[in-house]
């Protein structure tokens, strides 16, 4: 990995990794840092730590947006030693303290085929469950700076958290926003996934930057325009259900194409009959 923290805001930086094109955002404040996700690998996270340390000397904190591998299998190299503080929400903490060799064997069979060397790298990875497990709301002090963790919702997963940065006007949606590609529907609840970004988009003024999971930061236009996406996409599979219609027709008029619409409509199924 050969990337490197670009401040996009008042001392709110954003570190895109280029080969699963995953966001790590690092909040500076007077003596402390905030680190949002920690990528896939042990190797990955250690050459985060070289780029967050070229920012800012000050010892970080760790947020996990949710518990899939791109976003926290780099726990144990950011804050195992020293120990830092790390936050999560309860779903994924508990997930990753109790279920670490599911998690990694998912993962490595999930990059097999397309990334053989991640994959092996990921079924020897150290995992670190988070410290911190958060509920519904979190308020944190980052050197003197107000940062809100939110849980808005079912969504992308059961235990998704969004990162809010007040004095800057920022918003760290992980993967319940996706810029790079359509979202992935695979562990997903997407007829409610409509309404965790709708309470995502209460936080937000005409002005807020927004970082996605993957891909570039976005305003807040794309992400309503992603929010109609899917609350589209989640009628069709209420309506679809209702009508006993197969997942592939839901799928075929999927606003995100038809192998995400399939997922999704699947998913959604699951959910409308209570086994999601």
Same mark, same amino acid.
């Given at each position: 990995?050969?990337?490197?923290?670009?401040?996009?805001?008042?001392?709110?930086?954003?570190?895109?990794?280029?080969? %699963?094109?995953?966001?790590?955002? @690092?909040?500076?404040?007077?003596?402390?840092? @905030?680190?949002?996700?920690?990528?896939?690998?042990?190797?990955?996270?250690?050459? %985060?730590?070289? #780029?967050?340390?070229?920012?800012?000397? &000050?010892?970080?904190?760790?947020?996990?947006? &949710?518990?899939?591998?791109?976003?926290?299998?780099?726990?144990?190299?950011?804050?195992?030693?020293?120990?830092?503080?790390?936050?999560?929400?309860?779903?994924?903490?508990?997930?990753?303290?109790?279920?670490?060799?599911?998690?990694?064997?998912?993962?490595?069979?999930?990059?097999?085929?397309?990334?053989?060397? %991640?994959? #092996?790298?990921?079924?020897?990875?150290? @995992?670190?469950?988070?410290?911190?497990?958060?509920?519904?709301? #979190?308020?944190?002090?980052?050197?003197?700076?107000?940062?809100?963790?939110?849980?808005?919702?079912?969504? &992308?997963?059961?235990?998704?958290l969004v990162v809010h /940065?007040?004095?800057?006007?920022?918003?760290?949606?992980?993967?319940?926003?996706?810029?790079?590609?359509?979202?992935?529907?695979?562990?997903?609840?997407? /007829?409610?996934?409509?309404d965790a970004v709708a309470?995502?988009?209460?936080?937000?003024?005409?002005?807020?930057?927004?970082?996605?999971?993957?891909?570039?930061?976005?305003?807040?236009?794309?992400?309503?325009?992603?929010?109609?996406?899917?609350?589209?996409?989640?009628?069709?599979?209420?309506?679809?259900?209702?009508?006993?219609?197969?997942?592939?027709?839901? #799928?075929?008029?999927?606003?995100?194409?038809?192998?995400?619409?399939?997922?999704?409509?699947?998913?959604?199924?699951?959910? @409308?009959?209570?086994?999601?």
């Amino acid at each position: 990995m050969t990337a490197r923290f670009v401040e996009v805001a008042d001392r709110v930086h954003v570190l895109r990794d280029p080969l %699963l094109h995953v966001n790590v955002t @690092l909040v500076v404040g007077d003596g402390a840092a @905030l680190l949002v996700d920690t990528l896939s690998t042990a190797g990955q996270a250690r050459e %985060l730590a070289e #780029a967050a340390r070229a920012v800012t000397p &000050h010892p970080w904190t760790i947020v996990n947006t &949710h518990h899939h591998f791109d976003h926290c299998f780099g726990n144990a190299t950011l804050a195992a030693d020293p120990p830092r503080p790390v936050y999560a929400h309860a779903q994924a903490a508990a997930v990753l303290r109790d279920h670490p060799d599911e998690l990694r064997r998912a993962a490595s069979e999930e990059m097999r085929a397309e990334q053989p060397e %991640l994959a #092996a790298e990921l079924a020897r990875t150290e @995992l670190l469950a988070p410290t911190h497990p958060v509920h519904g709301e #979190a308020v944190l002090d980052v050197g003197g700076r107000r940062v809100v963790l939110h849980h808005p919702g079912h969504g &992308h997963t059961d235990a998704d958290l969004v990162v809010h /940065v007040p004095d800057a006007d920022v918003l760290v949606a992980g993967d319940l926003v996706e810029q790079s590609g359509p979202p992935a529907f695979e562990e997903s609840y997407p /007829v409610q996934w409509p309404d965790a970004v709708a309470a995502l988009l209460r936080l937000t003024t005409p002005a807020t930057l927004v970082v996605p999971g993957h891909g570039e930061p976005v305003d807040v236009e794309f992400v309503r325009a992603q929010h109609a996406d899917l609350a589209r996409q989640a009628w069709l599979i209420r309506a679809g259900h209702t009508g006993s219609a197969p997942p592939e027709r839901v #799928a075929a008029e999927s606003p995100f194409s038809a192998r995400p619409g399939l997922i999704a409509a699947r998913r959604g199924y699951a959910e @409308l009959d209570g086994a999601a």
